[in-house]
């Protein structure tokens, strides 16, 4: 049985080589499916562009480090074999020394035009699936994508895009019991990229359960911090970490051009957990950011946060619209609520909070700190309720104009549906400046005779009665 086929490239003719992986392998083999080897290292260390790598069911004890490139439209792809179900091929770092920080059990080195899909990485005592560049220049990696795999139990990251590079897919993969080892920087996100990363697409993730080693480990769930830039966060699934279920965190660089649209995320723990947050820790800048469509509900601090963090830090043009924050606060700190906007220092501007469902929270629905004032703050036609008129000296609970205070009418609040039901005082009632073209579940915007407040457009009818078109 042969493992090549050859293709036109260049006016010349590439040869494509397919090799195989399993236990019954031998790494003296030829690495075709009848002779496979028995180590992933093996095939990666002869992969070259256009070659695929299929690793048959089985669990592997060892580290693999890639650091051979594809080429556009000729990418390396290491997956699962056709035919293997998921968690059955197996990376296990249990007695792995990975004395390096950054360091994981999957590593993807300075390279280019690479795909892993399909694994499931286990018991690192570093991250789970690495992509490393240099942070300040020099050699960068480049479209790389991670599809379809599950980490477990990481001391650091499950998956981390690290320093220098551009054009990252992170696509339907579960990153489970990640960052156990603490708070240091390595080991604080279960999904981590950070360090002048370029054009990010992060979805269909569920990162859940962050929190296996008590107080000290777990992390925040999803961040694109210190240096990204052009990204896209979205239909991702968040629950049961701690700290920040989604962040944007300039921290001290420079992030801008986010948008975070259409994830759920809920139970974030501890009493400072918060579902959505921007922020600016350490002198950054973090700009044109961009929330919407996103359900958070029962995070112990706040569902969404923005705080200044450092005197010369700026946040600007950071939009909250459409979106459902309902009974955040369960901590019942004094300071957990709603949307909680905190500018310790000058430097935040231009934030555009409207068409937000903010109900039943706990101390406040959406209040803005009283050390400065933040210049271009916008709060318009939300539905707030109920309106508790906070002002205990760290925050002013405002209204906003055009608001609506009611109660959301929801289907189910308890089994988390927010859709809105017939007579809903949200209908009809947002603004349609910057509002989202469709709401969370892909219909469009408006339906009816004006944009509805909240993540989802009420609809009266369903498909084929209806006179538009639903996406998904």
Known sequence: MSSTTMRLYNNS???MTTYYVAKTGNDTNPGTELHPFLTIQTAANI????????????????KVTIKNSGSVGNWINFSAAPGTSKDTVIIDGTNISNPID???????????????????????????????????????????????????????????????????????NEIEGAANGGTGYFSQECLSIAYNIDIVEVKNNTVHDCTMNGYGGGGEGIDLKDGVSNGLVHHNHVFNVVSVGIYIDAFSRHNYNIQVYNN?????????????????????????VSFYNNIVYHCDL????????????TIRNIN??????????????????????????VGMSNIRIANNIVNDNYAFEIAVGSWNTIPGLVVENNLIYPFRNNTNGQCVETKGINYVEASPLFVNDASADFHLLFGSPAINAGSSIDAPGIDFDGNPRPIGEGYDIGAYEYISCLPPQCDFTITQ
């Open 13 to 15: 003719v590439k040869i």
């Open 47 to 62: 992969s070259q562009a256009g070659d695929t790598v299929f690793v048959k069911a089985g669990i592997y004890n060892e």
């Open 102 to 172: 950054w360091d994981g059990l999957i590593v993807i080195k300075n390279s280019k035009f690479i795909k892993v899909y399909g694994f499931r990485v286990q018991n690192s005592t570093k991250s789970g699936i690495v992509v490393i560049g240099s942070a300040n220049g020099g050699i960068k990696w480049s479209h790389i994508t991670l599809e379809n795999n599950h980490t477990y139990n990481t001391y650091n990251a499950g998956i981390q895009a690290y320093g220098g590079g551009d054009n990252l897919i992170v696509d339907g």
């Open 264 to 288: 759920i995320v809920h139970d974030i723990n501890r009493k400072w957990g918060i579902g959505l947050a921007a922020g600016c820790e350490h002198g950054g800048v973090l700009e044109n």
């Open 302 to 313: 706040s569902g969404a946060y923005s705080e200044l963090a450092y005197d010369g830090s």
């Open 320 to 345: 909250f619209i459409n979106n459902v924050f309902f009974n955040n606060g369960v901590s019942h700190y004094y300071l957990a609520g709603g949307i909680y906007l905190k500018p310790i220092y």
